[in-house]
Each structure stands twice: as structure tokens, then as C-alpha cells.
């Protein structure tokens, strides 16, 4: 598959798991980014890399920890989650973090129970 | 920070009408303004953008307007088809603290009635 792609593309955890999301583009992008999309926020700005620099914590809660360790791989480390984080987490790309179309992958689906 | 406020949050029009999704935002400083497509079960997809150097937009049958001094910007759809049907993102974002990412409105659900 081109462009951005997600894994998983469905999770199930509990408020003791530890997990990890990944995302992986493969369009030679330079920024990568985490989005929440819930009912209440529908398209909420988590992190925002910039050539492997974070450069953006929306004010996120520390049981989520974001890596980028090259400009193509971008996880999302997730530890003792709320229900209420359950949500649709977006990963995004594109060609340096500001002006340019940022193109989505198809996101994972958490469920926290 | 940034704050984007759209309305409505639900559109409801008769296929062949147009239909009209306005945006606001909070930073004068805000330059770019980008417009998301998100079908449903699929990912957001850019589908027109605007910079602050111009008042419009338009590419077939989407326009995007943009008032500076009032900081609105808005999407016209024109003719529209049932596979217009979709939720609808405006966005803005300052270039030049490009770093800081978009900040989106809340959606706009758009349903086109046959």
C-alpha cells in the first residue's frame, strides 16, 4: 500500500496495557502528526514532528508518548489509557510541517475497556 | 492560540442545489486555510485550500471564499451530487509557525437528498 499507512487498524486494550500505535508513510514526507478524532473534538491536534523534531505537544496527557525515530516511522506509545480515550487516532504526513497538504492514513481504532 | 469555530454542523440539501459551509477564525495572523473531505469509514482528504493573498478560490464545482477583516472563510459547493455526501473540515494555521500544525472546526455534515 502507498502513501500513509496505520497498524493496527483496530485495538482493543485495557487501562493496564501498554501498547503502541504505528504509522509509516512512504511519500518522502519531512512532518508527521497524531490526530484524535472523537464525537467531541472531531480532528484534535496531538504531536507534530518536523525532520524527526517534535515541535508540537497540544497539551497531551504523558500515558500518551509519541516517537519518530526517522522521518517515515511515527508511533505513538499508549499506557494506562482512560475510556475516554477511546477514539480514532489519525496519523498524517506531509512534505514539511507547515503549508503543504497533509495527506492521512486510515487510522487505528482504540477501543479502552 | 488558534480557534476555529464551523457551522452548521449538519446540512441537509436536495441534490442539484448548492450548499454553503461557513468557518470563522480567532488569529489575525492565520494565512492558510484548507478544506478536508472525510467520506464515511474513509480518511480526511484535501480537497481545495486558500491563502491569505487572495479572496477566492474556485475549482469546478468548489469555491472557498475568504473575508480577512471579518476572518471568515467559507466553501461553496455548487450542483451538488450524492457523492458530495461527506463530513466537511475547515482548518487554519499561521505558515510562518507551521510547526504548530492546523487547527480544524468541528465538521460539517453534509447529506445530499436524492
Known amino acids: 500500500e502507498t502513501g500513509v499507512t496505520q497498524t493496527p487498524r483496530h485495538l482493543v486494550m485495557g487501562m493496564t496495557n501498554k501498547k503502541s500505535l504505528k504509522c509509516e508513510q512512504h511519500l518522502g514526507h519531512n512532518a508527521m502528526y497524531w490526530y484524535k478524532q472523537s464525537a467531541k473534538k472531531p480532528l484534535e491536534l496531538m504531536f507534530v514532528?518536523?525532520?524527526?523534531?517534535?515541535?508540537e505537544n497540544n497539551s497531551v496527557p504523558s500515558r500518551f508518548s509519541p516517537e519518530c525515530p526517522n522521518s517515515s516511522h511515527l508511533f505513538l506509545h499508549l499506557h494506562t489509557l482512560q475510556p475516554e480515550d477511546s477514539a480514532l487516532y489519525l496519523c498524517?504526513?506531509?512534505?514539511?510541517?507547515?503549508?503543504?497538504?497533509?495527506?492521512f492514513g486510515p487510522g487505528t481504532r482504540l477501543t479502552v475497556t | 492560540g488558534e480557534n476555529v469555530e464551523q457551522h452548521p454542523s449538519t446540512l441537509s440539501v436536495q441534490e442539484g442545489d448548492s450548499a454553503v459551509i461557513k468557518c470563522t477564525y480567532s488569529?489575525?495572523?492565520?494565512?492558510?486555510f484548507p478544506w478536508y473531505k472525510q467520506e464515511l469509514g474513509k480518511r480526511p482528504q484535501l480537497i481545495i485550500d486558500?491563502?491569505?493573498?487572495?479572496g477566492e478560490k474556485k475549482d469546478q464545482r468548489i469555491a472557498v471564499t475568504l473575508n480577512k477583516t471579518a476572518k471568515h472563510f467559507s466553501l461553496h459547493i455548487t450542483e451538488t451530487q450524492p457523492e458530495d455526501s461527506a463530513v466537511y473540515f475547515c482548518?487554519?494555521?499561521?505558515?510562518?509557525?507551521?510547526?504548530?500544525?492546523?487547527?480544524f472546526g468541528k465538521g460539517t455534515h453534509l447529506i445530499i437528498q436524492p
Open positions: 488569529d489575525s495572523a492565520s494565512n492558510y
Open positions: 486558500i491563502r491569505s493573498n487572495v
Open positions: 482548518a487554519a494555521m499561521d505558515e510562518r509557525r507551521g510547526a504548530d500544525g492546523l487547527t
Open positions: 514532528y518536523n525532520f524527526k523534531e517534535q515541535t
Open positions: 498524517a504526513s506531509s512534505q514539511a510541517a507547515g503549508r503543504n497538504e497533509q495527506y
